[in-house]
């Protein structure tokens, strides 16, 4: 047998191909459906190969979007400390979305949320001059805009840096 990896071997069939693909997909990590799908027609395998081959792998369990799902979200919440809706657009950018996200979500209480806002807050906050107003308002202003690009709802993320805000200058 030559030494010619299926991808890098013109000749080799396409099935042979996108196993190969989706087999080193895989191994980098896990992939909703979806994703292994974009790659696939990346490497312009035939839409029929790469729909046989996914079902085929999901029906023996190598791909499965709801263990993906629940994955995703325990980990970008623990690492990034993401809203809910950040998560859900972040799945949905991975062609998860519907039921599978939503409960997938559920994992997360209003409490967890908060909680994570609250430690951003707390991780993130800088010194500044408790006496002077302006120096208070540029801190909250920032605070309040990570939060928000965690995809904390606005009420949220005010409610919650300028408690953390108070709580530090009354120390």
């Known amino acids: 047998m030559s030494g010619i990896h299926p991808e890098e071997d013109r000749e080799a069939d396409p ?6 693909i989706l087999l080193r997909q895989l191994t980098l990590g896990p992939r909703s459906k979806h994703q292994l799908a974009v790659k696939l027609r990346e490497r312009r395998v035939p839409e029929d190969v790469a729909a046989a081959l996914l079902d085929r792998f999901e029906d023996i369990g190598l791909i499965d979007d709801v263990d993906f799902a ?3 979200v325990r980990s970008r919440f623990a690492t990034k400390g993401l809203s809910k809706s950040a998560l859900r657009r972040e799945l949905a950018s991975k062609g998860i979305d519907g ?7 559920t994992e997360l209480s209003d409490e967890d949320e908060l909680g994570a806002a609250r430690e951003l807050v707390e ?12 120096a208070r308002d540029r801190e909250l202003r920032r605070l309040v805009g990570m939060l928000a690009r965690k995809g904390h ?6 409610r919650v840096a300028a408690e953390a805000l108070d709580a530090g200058n009354n120390q």
């Open 70 to 72: 629940e994955m995703w």
């Open 15 to 20: 099935e042979s191909v996108a196993r190969a």
């Open 99 to 105: 039921p599978v996200a939503e409960e997938a979500l």
């Open 153 to 158: 709802p606005p009420g949220r993320a005010f």
């Open 123 to 134: 991780r993130r906050m800088r010194p500044f001059d408790g006496e002077d107003p302006a």
